[in-house]
Every structure is written in C-alpha cells, then in structure tokens.
C-alpha cells in the first residue's frame, strides 16, 4: 500500500501540521483497506465504517506520536484492529474462551478438497461461519497477516492458547469448506 512512500512521509508531515488536505489525502489512501479489516472483525459494515472513522480521528489527533518505526499503513491498522476488538467486546460478541493444550494424537483419514477449485469468496464466506474466537484468530493470523506471538498480545492469550486455537480453527475451517464442496457437488451448484 505504501509504494509511494515519499508521497505517504510528506502526507504524514503535513497532517502533523494539521493540514486537512493531507489528512484528506491520507484518508482516500487508507480508508477502504482500514474498512476491510474492521468489517473482518467486526462483520457489520455500520460498525466497521464508524470504527474506521474513529480510527482516522486518532490518528489525527495523535499524529505526532507516529515515530516511523513501522510503516504508517501498519500503525493505522494495528489501531483500528484494535478499536474493533474493543467494540466486539462493548457488544458483548467477544466471549473469551479458556482453552487447555490437548495433544491432537488421533489420526483421521484425510478427506480431500481440490483446492485449485476453491474461490476466495466461498472461502472467506466459510470463515464468516466459523464461532467468534475461531474467526478472529484466522483472521488475524491467515488475513491480517500477524505471528502467533502478536495475536496472543493483541487477544491477550498465552502462546499456546494461540496456537491451539488456530490449529482447530483451520481444522474447523477446512471442514467446512469440504462439508460445503460436498455440499455443492451433490446439488451441482
């Protein structure tokens, strides 16, 4: 998103001057990725874009606390990541669930789902279905693109938990995805 880096680094600049051009500019360059990951967490586009709007509220009202240590596209995410896991806990959605490290020792036969078939769609439609904790940890992990060690900060889970939690998502995930491609061979959609 920040191949124009030069053009982002004088935006940045002039928005810490309170220039509203700037912070205009910077909002068209921004706004649509910053909406998508919101809408991901919080899966009602009124929240996500009222969440997006305070996210640029603070980041204007807080610019000067940017140091450049990251780039500005992955700051801004990472405060509207966390203002809609705030909001998903305001609403009541955002159930924390304890989870003990089971070793997973039993082995299953392995269904097959031709991958090379699958539609992006139908699978971030099927990651939609998956129960909170499981969305959001795939979300993070798989969509947002963050490690183990920074979703366990972001939910404030221990490692292992994360771990865990992700593993059975993408079990959960791909069982899905071969109950419904089962689901549309039999009725050849």
């Known amino acids: 998103m920040e191949t124009n880096q030069p053009h982002i680094t004088n935006l940045i600049e002039r928005c810490k001057k309170s220039d509203k051009n700037a912070q205009l500019d910077l909002y068209k360059a921004y706004y649509k990725a910053m909406y998508n990951t919101a809408h991901r967490i919080l899966k009602d586009s009124f929240e ?9 509220l603070t980041v204007f009202t807080k610019m000067h606390t940017y140091k450049g240590e990251v780039t500005f596209g992955a700051w801004l995410k990472r405060i509207v990541i966390n203002k809609s896991l705030t909001q998903l806990k305001k609403n009541n959605r955002y159930n924390e669930v304890k989870m003990e ?18 539609k992006a769609s139908k699978v971030l439609d099927c990651l939609q279905s998956l129960k909170e904790n499981y969305r959001l940890v795939l979300t993070l992990h798989l969509i947002e693109g963050y490690d183990y060690e920074e979703i366990a900060t972001i939910l404030n889970y221990t490692n292992d938990n994360v771990r865990t939690t992700v593993s059975r998502a993408k079990k959960k995930l791909k069982q899905v995805l071969l109950a419904d491609s089962i689901k ?5 959609r």
């Open 48 to 56: 996500a874009e009222d969440i997006m709007q305070e996210a640029f």
């Open 184 to 188: 549309t061979q039999a009725y050849g």
């Open 101 to 118: 490290v089971i070793p997973n020792n039993d082995l299953e036969t392995e269904e097959v789902i031709d991958y090379s078939k699958l």
